[in-house]
């Protein structure tokens, strides 16, 4: 009888760069350090929101946190479709955020905050989880598909 070795390999989920230092793969996503850096614009924008908007405040928190933890999440997927459909709940989330900060400039909650900031940040995170989600989807890289 002859041995055959199974060829699917997990590949890494953290790997040494240069330096010697390991990193996990989400990590190595530029949307993902993008992501980081909108939950600390998040949480200034959030100790500057006068009483009576701590539900604004809690809401902005956790959309904002989620984006990078999924983002995470779908990193470690093996499946360009799960991937994918990991990057459209972050773009969710994502846009959630956006929608908030829409509120706070409506309600003339913008005190030198940093929402400005915060939205062009997010217009680059929501336009890289677009891409991503289209790629793992079949769509975009020269492989477009129409929709059925």
Known sequence: MIETRSRSRSRPRSRKNKSGVTSFDHERL???????????????????????????????????????????????????????????????????????LDVCKVLELDRNTGLPKGRNLLLRIVSMLTRMAKIGNGYGNGNERTAQ
């Open 30 to 100: 530029d949307v993902y350090q993008a992501s980081i850096e909108f939950v600390a614009i998040a949480d200034t924008i959030t100790s500057h929101l006068p009483r009576g908007r701590s539900y604004l405040a809690d809401q902005l928190r956790r959309a904002a946190l989620s984006v990078p933890m999924i983002i995470a999440e779908g990193a470690v997927e093996f499946s360009p479709k799960d991937k994918a459909r990991f990057y459209r709940i972050a773009l969710r989330s994502a846009t959630e955020c956006a929608a908030i």
